[in-house]
């Protein structure tokens, strides 16, 4: 049997921190490594190929840690790649260990959420243009009516810690607004990118307490634990002592100055070259 390993999570930059943190309160026990592609973010306007290639290379980069298991805690590269890696790459290089992302498991509740039915998402152009969740919201809820909207300024709003300053405001009003425009029905709405979180309280507040949004670190941890139930041989390759370590494509302080805001803790990263890791296919 393979050696158990941490947790692998990944994200193009500082979002998939929100998710690692709703991760480890949901899943205490186990180990976990984050990688964050904070050199070459970001994916969200990039192309299906390119964030494709990015994502494996980060996904062979965990593998090569010892990761059995990686969650890609990112919206666009779950779009874009996931599939692809999923039936084209882990048969070859990887057939035991397993990557899932966090759309679907946003979608399976997406029924729950919304009372109208009636539902919008919030995303970044990449994640808005795949129609990746209108697609697999229509496999569990063909009932519900999707809207969706790309706030490409959102995410660098909060990467600068400007998404609570009142020049903010304008951008979230712009989106919401449109989104409401396209289906004034609307009563819940998916944060369909892991930095959202963060603008959330002032979302509701815009919203004057109309409309709940739905933030997916939560509905990704109570996933995750239903999935580790259900597979004991996957979760028994995931390590458990309780660590948490994280990687960066970029500079490590940097990283560390800016990860407080979204994981809520002060963190240590060390740097990695994507370059100089090798991964071998199992065997």
Same mark, same amino acid.
């Given at each position: 049997?393979?050696?158990?390993?941490?947790?692998?999570?990944?994200?193009?930059?500082?979002?998939?921190?929100?998710?690692?943190?709703?991760?480890?309160?949901?899943?205490?026990?186990?180990?976990?490594?984050?990688? *964050?592609?904070?050199?070459?973010?970001?994916?969200?306007?990039?192309?299906?190929?390119?964030?494709?290639?990015?994502?494996?290379?980060?996904?062979?980069?965990?593998?090569?840690?010892?990761?059995? &298991?990686?969650?890609?805690?990112?919206?666009?590269?779950?779009?874009?790649? &996931?599939?692809?890696?999923?039936?084209?790459?882990?048969?070859?290089?990887?057939?035991? /260990? /397993?990557?899932?992302?966090? #759309?679907?498991?946003?979608?399976?509740?997406?029924?729950?959420?919304?009372?109208?039915? +009636?539902?919008?998402? $919030? *995303?970044?152009?990449?994640?808005?243009?795949?129609?990746?969740?209108? #697609?697999?919201?229509?496999?569990?809820?063909?009932?519900?009516?999707?809207?969706?909207?790309?706030?490409?300024?959102?995410?660098? $709003?909060?990467?600068?810690?400007?998404?609570?300053?009142?020049?903010?405001?304008?951008? $979230?009003?712009? +989106?919401?607004?449109?989104?409401?425009?396209?289906?004034?029905?609307?009563?819940?709405?998916?944060?369909?990118?892991?930095?959202?979180?963060?603008?959330?309280?002032?979302?509701?507040?815009?919203?004057?307490?109309?409309?709940?949004?739905?933030?997916?670190?939560? &509905?990704?941890?109570?996933?995750?634990?239903?999935?580790?139930?259900?597979?004991?041989? #996957?979760?028994?390759?995931?390590?458990?002592?309780?660590?948490?370590?994280?990687?960066?494509?970029?500079?490590?302080?940097?990283?560390?100055?800016?990860? /407080?805001?979204?994981?809520?803790?002060?963190?240590?990263?060390?740097? #990695?070259? $994507?370059?100089?890791?090798?991964?071998?296919?199992?065997?």
């Amino acid at each position: 049997m393979k050696k158990a390993g941490p947790i692998g999570v990944f994200d193009s930059g500082y979002g998939g921190l929100t998710v690692l943190k709703a991760l480890t309160t949901q899943l205490p026990a186990y180990d976990y490594l984050y990688l *964050g592609d904070n050199a070459r973010v970001p994916y969200g306007t990039r192309s299906f190929e390119t964030v494709y290639q990015y994502t494996l290379e980060c996904v062979e980069a965990l593998f090569a840690q010892g990761c059995q &298991l990686v969650i890609l805690a990112c919206n666009t590269a779950s779009a874009k790649a &996931l599939r692809s890696i999923q039936q084209n790459d882990l048969p070859k290089i990887a057939p035991q /260990r /397993r990557v899932l992302g966090v #759309i679907r498991p946003t979608t399976e509740e997406a029924g729950l959420l919304t009372k109208s039915g +009636h539902l919008g998402v $919030l *995303g970044t152009s990449g994640t808005v243009l795949s129609n990746s969740y209108p #697609i697999e919201i229509a496999k569990f809820y063909p009932e519900l009516t999707v809207s969706q909207e790309a706030c490409p300024m959102w995410v660098p $709003l909060v990467e600068n810690n400007e998404h609570l300053g009142p020049g903010a405001d304008y951008f $979230l009003a712009k +989106h919401l607004e449109a989104l409401l425009q396209k289906d004034p029905a609307i009563d819940a709405v998916i944060l369909g990118c892991t930095h959202y979180p963060l603008l959330q309280s002032r979302l509701e507040e815009l919203s004057k307490g109309k409309i709940k949004f739905i933030a997916q670190g939560a &509905l990704v941890a109570k996933k995750l634990e239903l999935y580790l139930r259900r597979h004991p041989e #996957i979760a028994a390759l995931c390590s458990k002592s309780g660590s948490r370590s994280f990687l960066t494509t970029d500079d490590a302080r940097i990283f560390e100055e800016k990860a /407080r805001l979204f994981y809520g803790e002060t963190v240590v990263a060390r740097h #990695i070259d $994507l370059s100089s890791i090798s991964f071998s296919p199992d065997a």
